[in-house]
């Protein structure tokens, strides 16, 4: 199956705000405080000094740090998405071949945007709650993850999707935290050899 557009929308749970060039500053310098220091270790004086903005001005365009948390993690979901999609786009249409570039294009990702790991992985390390309003983008694109493995290992072998794309799942998502521990080189690049003879 061709990656549609199914796959890319965005959960329908979450709540969005207009983004104004002072809110965009703000994302901004949440995202990277956030990704580098950890949600809780951030808080909105840091955020708003970073972006050069009063603290008045970030809860007027935001309402709460909370939202600022569910912008920074729905906005890297939405350009993971994108830049998943792009790559996909570019495979042929061999089965195994779309797999694989799930894997070349994760590596890919965690070298330019995610040399700490990947962010739903850590973000969920400090939301655990299901009521936050993060929560379920944070879970939404490892659904979204599981769901797209499950399409792909379908193209494959039919019978044995699902089976197999629990194991793609595992694969990836470990190599994920792999990554951002740097236990051994290349976690991703390894993960990617072992998807393939999961679907040989």
Known sequence: ??????????????????????ARRVLAAASRLFYEHGIHAVGVDLIAAEAGVTKKTLYDRFGSKDQV??????????????????????????????????FDASRAWMTESSPKGCSMV????????????????????????????????????????????????????GALVAHGMRIFPDPIGHARDEAGRVLS
Do not use: C
Not at 1 to 22: L, S, Y
Not at 69 to 82: G, I, M, N
């Open 1 to 22: 199956m061709a990656m549609g557009t199914r796959r890319i929308t965005r959960t329908p749970r979450i709540t969005r705000i207009a983004m104004t060039p002072g």
């Open 69 to 102: 948390v569910v912008e920074y993690l729905a906005d890297r979901d939405e350009r993971w998405r994108a830049f998943l999609e792009e790559r996909l786009a570019d495979v042929g249409s061999g089965p195994v071949d779309r797999v694989l570039a799930v």
């Open 122 to 173: 850590n973000a969920h390390a400090e939301i655990s709650d299901p009521a936050h309003p993060a929560y379920a983008i944070i879970t939404g694109q490892k659904e979204w993850m599981l769901e797209l493995f499950t399409d792909l290992a379908r193209e494959v072998a039919p019978e044995r999707a699902q089976e197999s794309a629990r194991t793609l799942m595992l694969l990836h998502e």
